[in-house]
């Protein structure tokens, strides 16, 4: 079955350093990837979609890579925030939207 | 633009018991998505709706779980009877005809004792 995994439950960074989190998929080929945000007690907000046929896209301070070699989407937030701290859900496009379990990110002062 | 609107926020319930949600998408959107999400896990998708038409409803809990989307605007969830492990958050979500971005509600938080 089609499956998305999000390495790291939980990840500690320091304000000001990038923060990468991970995402794998297997035995698929999804047609486009998503990253959202989610806040407690919130519904997941759309960040960035990068399509099979893209290898990065940025806005602002994020970046996005897709690499369907290694079945691997990057997700880079550049100059971290304490702001910036939620948890962040990959999600993989066949027919429908499979979400990881999420990256739960603290940036701390 | 308003966002999209779901109600009750909160709803304890006791097992065997029935409850309903409901959603309204945002103004104009064609498709809407009711989610499962369970404490610690990603949303799953319920149930999929292209204006009042059934997309996919290949994960709903038939036996349990019913959907509609009247006139193709605002929808209703309803679990009958319910068991404990129902407890999650059910997220509705929309978008815009051959959009690929989804936009969620706040959830309603369904407690099931």
């Known amino acids: 079955s089609q499956k998305i995994e999000q390495n790291s439950e939980a990840l500690n960074i320091q304000e000001g350093k990038t923060a990468t989190l991970t995402c794998n998929y297997t035995?698929?080929?999804?047609?486009?990837l998503q990253w959202y945000r989610q806040d407690p007690g919130r519904g997941p907000v759309f960040l960035l979609l990068?399509?099979?046929?893209?290898k990065e896209k940025r806005k602002e301070r994020l970046k996005v890579t897709f690499d369907t070699t290694l079945k691997q989407s990057l997700f880079h937030i550049t100059a971290s925030q304490p702001a910036d701290s939620a948890t962040y859900l990959c999600a993989s496009y066949t027919d429908k939207l499979i979400f990881g379990t999420g990256t739960r990110l603290q940036v701390f002062p | 633009e308003a966002g999209v609107a779901q109600s009750p926020r909160y709803k304890i319930i006791e097992k065997r018991q029935s409850v309903a949600f409901w959603c309204n998408p945002i103004s104009g959107h064609a498709t809407l998505y009711w989610y499962q999400q369970i404490l610690g896990q990603g949303p799953k998708l319920l149930i999929q709706?292209?204006?009042?038409?059934?997309?996919?409803d290949s994960q709903l809990p038939k036996d349990r779980f019913s959907a509609e989307r009247l006139k193709g605007v605002d929808s209703t969830l309803k679990i009958q009877p319910a068991k404990l492990e129902d407890s999650a958050v059910y997220l509705c979500?929309?978008?815009?005809?051959?959009?690929?971005?989804?936009?969620f509600g706040p959830g309603t938080r369904l407690l099931v004792l």
């Open positions: 035995n698929y080929s999804p047609a486009y």
């Open positions: 990068i399509r099979e046929n893209e």
């Open positions: 979500a929309s978008s815009g005809a051959y959009q690929e971005t989804q936009y």
């Open positions: 709706f292209q204006n009042n038409g059934v997309v996919d």
